[in-house]
């Protein structure tokens, strides 16, 4: 399994597909598919018998997961993607940080 460079919780933005574009918040990570699925991004409509979720069942939209390839972290300064690295800081903590602007990453 690759370590990867997104976790749930962190606002990314789709480089590549028909979302790109767009930002959002990361709802969860697949790390053994190399996936996630990211707020309002890749919208599917699907099917849906009724439940006690759903009473009235019938078509319901939703986000399905995204590839980590297609998406980028958001730079906390900037507020446009940028590529992640890891350094460690003064503490001695590993810390990811934005590439572009040198900001650390909470």
Do not use: C, W, Y
């Amino acid at each position: 399994m690759m370590k990867l460079h997104i976790k749930k919780g962190d606002t990314v933005a789709v480089i590549a597909g028909e979302d790109r574009g767009k930002q959002g918040r990361v709802l969860s990570v697949d790390a053994a598919k190399n996936r996630a699925i990211v707020e309002g991004v890749n919208i599917v409509k699907k099917s849906t018998k009724p439940s006690a979720k759903h009473p009235q069942g019938g078509i319901i939209e939703m986000e399905a997961p995204i590839n980590l390839s297609n998406i980028n972290l958001v730079d906390p300064k900037t507020g446009k993607p940028t590529r992640v690295g890891v350094r460690v800081n003064d503490k001695g903590e590993k810390v990811r940080f934005a590439k572009k602007s040198g900001e650390e990453i909470k």
